[in-house]
């Protein structure tokens, strides 16, 4: 497994932008997909977006299509989520996530996660 790390959350504006980051451990980050989730209070946890090993495919939940990029440095181990255009239901904590397969939605199917950054965002 790999460790991972987020960073970037704050409090912005509505429709504002924030870049998160997730740092990864692991040499071999490369080797590994890395999704995007999020989660407000009192809902399940939801799938963003996520990106291949290589950072050539990336996939989008329909929410944040348009607005939120998903993009890697593997000579940084890192993924970083790019959001724009936010909106008070963007507000949850998010997390990033990591598995070998590429595609995948569920949080079940996940192995690795972080610990999670907070995103506010003020109307």
């Known amino acids: 497994q790999v460790q991972l790390v987020e960073s970037g959350g704050g409090l912005v504006q509505a429709g504002g932008s924030l870049r998160l980051s997730c740092a990864a451990s692991?040499?071999?980050?490369?080797?590994?997909?890395i999704g995007w989730f999020r989660q407000a209070p009192g809902k399940e946890r939801e799938f963003v977006g996520g990106?291949?090993?290589?950072?050539?495919?990336?996939y989008y939940a329909d929410s944040v299509k348009g607005r939120f990029t998903i993009s890697r440095d593997n000579a940084k181990n890192t993924v970083y989520l790019q959001m724009n255009s936010l909106t008070p239901e963007d507000t949850a904590v998010y997390y990033c996530?990591?598995?070998?397969?590429?595609?995948?939605?569920?949080?079940?199917?996940?192995?690795?996660w972080g610990q999670g950054t907070q995103v506010t965002v003020s109307s």
């Open positions: 990106i291949s090993r290589s950072g050539g495919s990336t």
């Open positions: 996530a990591a598995d070998v397969r590429f595609g995948l939605v569920s949080p079940a199917d996940f192995g690795s």
């Open positions: 692991a040499r071999t980050f490369s080797r590994y997909c």
